[in-house]
């Protein structure tokens, strides 16, 4: 991949296509859409980063969650950041 000046992303041509196509289904430009998509799965990322780190100190404590705690939690917070982003 080669590099691009700051605030600018250089992507494959295969990835381009994929994001343009996209960004035409759902009616937005490009440009626009690849910003959303991408805050969106950096805060994603970020929040597996702390349940990770959370869940393993935790385990580390000796204290559970069950799993339809974690899945309500998870949709919870995905809900609050949609409504955020609104």
């Known amino acids: 991949m080669e590099k691009a000046a700051d605030g600018i992303l250089v992507l ?3 990835t381009n296509t994929r994001l343009r196509a996209m960004a035409a289904r ?3 430009p490009a440009e626009d859409f690849a ?3 991408l805050a ?3 805060a994603d990322y970020e929040d597996v980063l702390m349940g990770i780190e959370r869940g ?3 385990a580390a404590a000796g204290e ?3 799993f339809e705690a974690f899945v309500a939690q998870r949709q919870a ?3 609050q950041r949609t409504a955020t982003a609104a």
């Open 12 to 14: 494959t041509p295969e």
């Open 26 to 28: 759902a009616g937005e």
């Open 35 to 37: 910003a959303a998509l």
């Open 40 to 42: 969106e799965a950096l």
């Open 56 to 58: 393993l100190a935790a």
């Open 64 to 66: 559970e969650m069950d």
């Open 77 to 79: 917070k995905r809900q």
